[in-house]
C-alpha cells in the first residue's frame, strides 16, 4: 500500500509541473508499472500497489492534469480495457500499450520542437485559426437547420437546435472578438483575462461534478461522463 500511496504522490507532482498532454499521459500510464514492479521487488503486492495508486489519483489528481491529458489518458486507458477483453490479452496488453508508450514520449518529446524549427506556426495562431474554422462550421450548420420545413421536422425539435447553434456561434464570435481587443491602459490582455476567466468558469465546474461523486448524488459513470464533457469544452474554448 506505501509504494503506490508514494508512487500517487510523486505521479501527482509531476503532473502539476507537467503542462502537455502527451507528456501527462505517458506519465499515467508509465508509473503503475513502476508501483507494481517496485512492490513485488520489496516482497509486497503489485497489484495492491496499483489500486491504491489509481485510487489516489482518481481522488487526488485531477486537478493536476490539462483537459487534454485528462481526454487522452481517458482513451488510452479506455483503449487498454478494450484489449483485455480479447484473446491472448496479456501478450496483446504488453504490445499495445508499449506501442502507445513510445508513440507518446516520441510525440510529446518532438512535436513541440518540430513545429519551432519548422516554423509551422505559433500555438496562439493554430488556436485563433481553430477557433475561426469552429465558428464558420457551426454557422453552415445553422444555416443547414435554419430553413429545414415544419411538415419535415417538429417545431420543438428545431427550435432546440437553432438555438444550440446559435448560443454556440455568439458565444464564438463574443470570445474571438474578446480576444482580438486592444490591452487596456493598465496593460491587460484581454485574450489572457479571457483564458483565465474560463480556466475558473472550468474549475468550477470539475469541482461540482468531484464533489457530487464522492458525495454519491450520482454514480461514478454518470460523473465520468459529465467529466468527459467538461474537459471537453474546456478543450474547445481555451485550446
Known amino acids: 500500500m506505501l509504494t503506490g500511496l508514494l508512487a500517487g504522490v510523486v505521479a501527482q507532482l ?16 508509465l508509473v503503475p508499472f513502476v508501483a507494481y514492479v517496485g512492490a513485488d521487488h520489496l516482497r509486497g503486492s503489485g497489484v495492491l500497489a496499483v489500486l491504491v495508486l489509481g485510487l489516489y ?32 490479452r496479456d501478450d496483446i496488453v504488453v504490445v499495445a500499450m508499449s506501442c502507445v508508450l513510445v508513440t507518446l514520449l516520441v510525440q510529446g518529446l518532438t512535436l513541440a520542437p518540430s513545429t519551432t524549427w519548422l516554423r509551422v506556426g505559433s500555438e496562439d495562431d493554430d ?40 448560443g454556440y456561434v455568439s458565444a464564438q464570435t463574443a470570445m474571438e472578438e474578446a480576444r482580438r481587443a486592444e490591452a487596456s491602459e493598465d496593460e491587460r490582455d484581454p485574450a489572457e483575462q479571457l483564458r483565465k476567466v474560463l480556466r475558473r468558469a472550468t474549475d468550477v465546474e470539475r469541482q461540482h461534478v468531484l464533489d457530487s461523486r464522492r458525495r454519491d448524488t450520482v454514480s461514478a459513470e454518470v460523473a465520468d461522463r459529465a467529466l468527459r464533457d467538461v474537459e471537453t469544452h474546456a478543450v474547445r474554448d481555451l485550446g
Not at 486537478?63 to 483485455?84: E, I, P
Request: hydrophobic share 40%.
Open 127 to 166: 488556436s485563433r485559426s481553430v477557433a475561426r474554422l469552429r465558428r464558420e462550421a457551426a454557422t453552415t450548420a445553422l444555416e443547414e437547420i435554419r430553413p429545414i420545413e415544419p411538415e419535415h421536422l417538429a417545431d420543438t425539435v428545431r427550435r432546440a437546435a437553432v438555438l444550440q447553434y446559435e
Open 57 to 88: 489519483l482518481r481522488s487526488r489528481a485531477h486537478h493536476a492534469t490539462t483537459s487534454q491529458g485528462w481526454l487522452l489518458g481517458r482513451s488510452v486507458w479506455s483503449y487498454a480495457d478494450f484489449l483485455v477483453g480479447l484473446s491472448r
Open 14 to 29: 509531476a503532473l502539476a509541473r507537467i503542462r502537455d498532454a502527451y507528456a501527462e499521459t505517458t506519465v499515467t500510464v
